[in-house]
């Protein structure tokens, strides 16, 4: 069965600092991996999403990475800012035959002013 | 913009009570998901549906069911609410496998 790792669980930065968050899994076969953030009492959103066939995704400030083969990925934000502090999930597909996604717990982000 | 679009975004609700939570979506995705978020035990899947009248278990389906007549719409049903069921519950939308998922805003469920 999959699972999902997150570290650290928490972090907490001063503005403009650029950071990473990892994310491990146990099975390698994946079709694709995703980041969301989460705002405190609210949905998921999506951030980047990662096919299997790539190494990177970038959006803006965000930089993911995927590394199959060793069962990681990394979400660099550049130049964080106060707007940045959510809860940060990556996930993957529960399996290679189904569709739902199993997440990791996530890290607790705040940016200090 | 795509959506997905949780009816209620707060609900209390009495013990043994029979509870529905919609869940809509206008994409035209063929796959929809229920998932329950905890702290400490993060999201945890319920319920999934390939297709129209389709449903597959997930990690935790117990005290729960789930209805899709319709491609855009999957509801979950509490068949009889307990406390344990207190919960923040999100509905998800995708297309198949190579695409991502989008989320809706959560309902925030109290059972008393």
């Known amino acids: 069965k999959q699972e999902v790792t997150q570290i650290p669980a928490a972090l907490s930065v001063p503005e403009g600092e650029n950071l990473v968050l990892n994310c491990s899994f146990t099975?390698?076969?994946?079709?694709?991996l995703q980041w969301f953030r989460q705002d405190p009492g609210k949905g998921l959103t999506s951030l980047l999403l990662?096919?299997?066939?790539?190494r990177e995704q970038t959006s803006g400030r965000l930089n993911a990475s995927l590394d199959k083969s060793s069962g990681r990925s990394t979400l660099y934000i550049a130049a964080s800012q106060p707007g940045d502090s959510a809860t940060y999930l990556c996930?993957?597909?529960?399996?290679?035959?189904?569709?739902?996604?199993?997440f990791g717990s996530g890290t607790r982000l705040q940016v200090q002013p | 913009d795509v959506k997905v679009t949780q009816s209620s975004r707060y609900l209390v609700k009495r013990t043994g009570e029979k509870v529905f939570l919609e869940c809509v979506q206008d994409?035209?995705?063929?796959?929809m998901f229920w998932y329950r978020q905890d702290p400490g035990l993060g999201l945890r899947l319920i319920y999934f549906?390939?297709?129209?009248?389709?449903?597959e278990k997930g990690d935790i389906p117990e005290g729960y069911s789930v209805s899709r007549e319709k491609k855009e719409r999957f509801s979950l049903i509490l068949e009889s609410a307990s406390t344990n069921q207190t919960s923040m519950y999100l509905c998800?939308?995708?297309?198949?496998?190579?695409?991502?998922?989008?989320f809706g805003s959560g309902t925030r469920l109290t059972v008393v």
């Open positions: 099975d390698s076969a994946i079709y694709n």
């Open positions: 994409m035209d995705h063929e796959n």
């Open positions: 998800a939308s995708s297309f198949p496998d190579l695409y991502g998922y989008t």
């Open positions: 996930a993957v597909p529960i399996d290679t035959g189904r569709r739902a996604l199993t």
């Open positions: 990662i096919q299997s066939s790539q």
């Open positions: 549906s390939y297709d129209v009248k389709m449903k």
